[in-house]
């Protein structure tokens, strides 16, 4: 498998740098049948997009999606789905002033460490910009997983710097630009982002996303966990520096009679497990949260070393999310339906898709 | 790969469950020539095995490695070296009364609704016995990594329930059987298990792994980065429900100007990254922790199901650790281990072995 | 690995159906700092292309190259090279008869029993279209294995039907439009093929492929031999039923001391081994045949089946060759280039970059 | 996936050298509750021993196989499962001799030349000791298709040296030491053998291996096609120098009214194919043949050169097959059941257990 794939039956290539003519995916293995249109990228694409509020970067990205292989009179065939993404608000004069200059918190000096050569245009292929294949990925695998196995992909924002949610409303994400599951916060929110984008500073965030309907019986143990698959597929998200399933860190201050969920005759009677035991499915939702860093891209001037070896100040101009949690989570939504998606074919590769034996835990 | 595998060019294979006639693993990709003997492996599987304080275990693990290939005359060959331990203390009678029975908190139930069959001896194929391997592979990934880049891999329990190290000295972990970094509070911890023994529950754990002199350029972007690879390497043992790649989680109320690391003529001035950016190691120091959850096997009664589909109440006899996370440092050593060594090869593929280039930050 | 993915580090993604809105591939793992432009790939793409005599299909490519990412001011960067044709002459009217019929010997039924859907443009995805971005991957490899190691791939027609060469002169092979090794025999040749032509009929071919400058070592055994993934790489192209690697069948009735090859000190006396022993390279040339069959898109009526189970007499009109070795020869060079390529890579992972040790047999 | 794995669902990890303690394997990805005992081994390893005629190597295997995991009451579990050899009959002061010298035609030289060093061992890692895994493993996927599909694979030696079968009778195969298919052959070919021996020198050989009962569908275009994996599978067998699948290399001078396989109601009119139509299995025998090297382990003396750089005389002592043929037929068999195990699992998984869809040719 390429570093630059992902998955091992549903396996999603992607291509592509930030201010180059294109980015793209190769979506392999798809279950032929489905049936897939170019409208069906449209909602998660603006979703992820920027420029929709005045909170993340105002890059415009009319990202029109190109179908070019793998789907015949609108459904898959089997064959490789190949998606296309030209380029168009590709300003790359704004990073004109660092190419020369490794900028802290950035990908700039080990990729040129690693390569000996980087393509400075808008961070390259480091950019944030490469998520979007991912979204779009994620669109056909969640469409899958929702009509053959009822499965269901929602994300939320569940931090914001030290703001945490007063309630979870799944139903509320949708309502507000910030995918908060809590409206009555999002004029706190508001206030809280203006008076960061004033003091040229950026904030850190957490995102949560949950599975609902998954089967029990997905994930291969011991080094296909999904679990593990899960944390590979999220640390892979740009800025991402902390994964968490079920109960994540709280686990360390628990006690065992409190974590393990007991079951009753009516089901689990809780889910600190975050619905995976011994790295497979339990049938309960499938919970993981994600920690995001402070974009490193900001006003306040930092210390650096540029290419000749000299110190240099680096001011990030450019258009730059203060927050770059708020957008990401239909990301984090993508990379758990394409988790869900391999481990549900590898699933039946190997056991056969007669789904779960009895008894089973409603 | 096949699920049982870790790793792409450092190949990590492994097979047995807990009470069947032996464990072992496969390792394969091993450059030739390492000098690698049975009594390599006896230091670090010592610290990994069980019955060495009261605090852990009382299972009898004398496992004696067995060398079955790869090794001619004390060097590897560059075939794939076999390891093999019996298992010689399987006590199968301890866990009679759980064939029938989902213990709350384990895999029983995921393995049976996968497969249909489970193998409950000991917990089979889940138990952390097969961590055992692990440890062995990482002995030898440990030391090419030291001799071929002077690469050095320490890990200690960085908190025990509520308690948290007063001080780091990494010299001390050794020193004492909770791999604690800090000798002035092992009393503490020992009235902290006495205490937690006699209540009957267990706790949870976080143990941090550190690697110094990796050199900058390891990781493969984008869905092979370090930080990646190292997530789903510790989300793969046993019990662990988070991982965090430097400051983690705690980014989430950071602030951007807080966060990134500054660069200076001399090196950086933090650490805040954990070594890697953009999913490629910095030069720094690579840091990463991670949660283990209370064990599920406690003498607390607790509410399950059986096969029959009938209410249970469940206690789990047999030899348990009250907080596995006590004895998981070198676990989780060794797989931060087994990732470097792979990136190390994945890096020598792509972009030969002239290691860094100009300038390059100390 | 995806099945439309082919390499281990060397990973090259194709996709696209012959009629299509485009055909193209991902190379992932290249080495960066490789010059790669446009033109590189125009020869081998023409050599490859339909049109060119009136020998072979009439459909006119005039396929132009878009390279998408993974280069820089004209070099590889070490991120995906994606790599893009629109098709251009889509005569999809051609096809529209056989969409209701298995055409005997063509992949119709396989790809419709397997899918339950098939893409009949052109045979869509089992179009010998597919291999143009072979061609254009096997480019890059070919730069990279001659610039670093000085391997030099090179192929020709070696038997057309009935007819074999009467020399071997690889410098004649660029010199007329058969691929053939003996510019004494071109008219024949012609005359064979204006017979066959008239007849409505096709034949086979065999053509041979030689790798020179290959350094001893690479390959790797067991399962990743390079005569092995020689194997699976010429077998997975278009029409061909047979492989061989140096003497291949010829050494059924050959006696050991006939076959082996002799060493002195000055060399290899022969080389019946193809350059490979243990499927790793010996230094000698690496010596590749592949048998075509003819194709089954001929003009001679035959007897098959449609969708509704009725019995159908098929005729292949449209734009086909009546033999389809003439112009494979570039697609055998490119698959020998993509192997060498992979196992060059792979060959550094593991065993560094210093090349061969003393004695090396020259 | 490692070079030592074979398969990317049903993955087999072989390990071990042929005069080392011992020699196994993982087989990884079974499904969960297929009946598997030590016994099930015995018949297919000891069509493959050794010692069994006059004709093959006289070294003793009395191979007892060992199920170290991945076996509970008899079933598979779904978890790993490891198969181990221990060597008893390890002569290794017969290849004291050559510990110093290159064996022409043998892997000493390329093993030397890729790790710098090498196990001389009975050749190591490279003897063909390590294909009695290969029919160990294939003994699980032969039970399993079997079980579950009906599939039959069975082989035979269809030419030794210059003697071909004059009749080819599949039951007859099993009632002599040569697998040969003309029980009114068999003294024939003990002539044959005997002159050959006291000659002291080897001959090479062709084994055929058909499926019968492959469903069609079978096979991933467009780099995991079935005969592109058969060709590779094959290929890795020790001493292969050519693949052929159906007619093979005689499709060189057919015709295309003669080659391709005509549809009537009631099936296919011929099998030319082989079973494979565009990589994947029409329903028809899937049939590949394969080309055996004469050994170079013989009596006649040859020219070579040993480690000093000086010439050298070599002649092999030792227990050796004047026509390794004779017994790779069991290998073959394994090899193609691999294969198509792979491929059944894989076909599952993309697209689901429904089987094939009407109108399915007879």
């Known amino acids: 498998m390429s570093s630059n794939s992902f998955g091992k039956l549903f396996t999603v290539t992607t291509f ?111 950019s944030a910009r490469e998520t979007t294949m991912r979204v779009a990925a994620g669109v056909i695998a969640r469409k899958w997983l929702a009509e053959r196995y009822g499965v269901r992909v929602r994300g939320y924002l569940s931090q914001l710097g030290e703001v945490a949610p007063t309630a979870i409303d799944l139903d509320a994400v949708e309502q507000n630009p910030f995918f908060w599951p809590d409206t009555a916060q999002v004029a706190e929110l508001e206030a809280y982002m203006d008076a960061l984008r004033k003091s040229g500073d950026s904030v850190g965030a957490r995102v949560t996303a949950i599975a609902e309907g998954v089967p029990p019986g997905w994930g291969e143990p011991i080094y296909g966990k999904l679990d593990g698959e899960l944390a590979a597929a999220m640390m892979s998200i740009n800025a991402v520096k902390g994964v968490e399933v079920g109960d994540g860190f709280a686990v360390i201050t628990q006690r065992g009679t409190q974590h393990r969920d007991e079951i009753h005759l009516d089901g689990f009677t809780s889910n600190h497990a975050g619905g995976i035991l011994g790295g497979i499915s339990t049938g309960q939702p499938v919970v993981v949260s994600v920690a995001f860093k402070p974009t490193s891209s900001i006003l306040v001037p930092g210390a650096s070393v540029n290419l000749a070896g000299e110190p240099v100040e680096v001011v990030t101009k450019g258009r730059h999310d203060p927050c770059v949690g708020i957008r990401a989570t239909p990301i984090v939504e993508a990379m758990l339906a394409l988790v869900l998606m391999d481990q549900a074919l590898r699933h039946r590769a190997q056991c056969g898709d007669v789904g779960a034996v009895s008894p089973r835990i409603p």
Chains 1, 2, 3, 4 share one sequence.
């Open 16 to 126: 592509g740098e930030s201010h180059g003519p294109a980015i793209g995916c190769v979506v392999d293995g798809c279950p032929p049948g489905l049936a897939i249109a170019p409208e069906d990228f449209r909602a998660d694409l603006e979703r992820r997009a920027t420029g929709r509020t005045r909170h993340t970067s105002q890059r415009r990205e009319d990202d029109v999606i190109e179908i070019l292989s793998g789907v015949y009179e609108g459904r898959t065939t089997g064959t490789p789905i190949a998606l296309l993404i030209r380029n168009t608000d590709q300003r790359s004069k704004d990073y004109g002033d660092i190419v020369e200059t490794f900028r802290p918190g950035h990908a700039d000096y080990t990729y040129w460490q690693k390569y000996g050569i980087r393509d400075p245009r808008g961070g390259g292929r480091s």
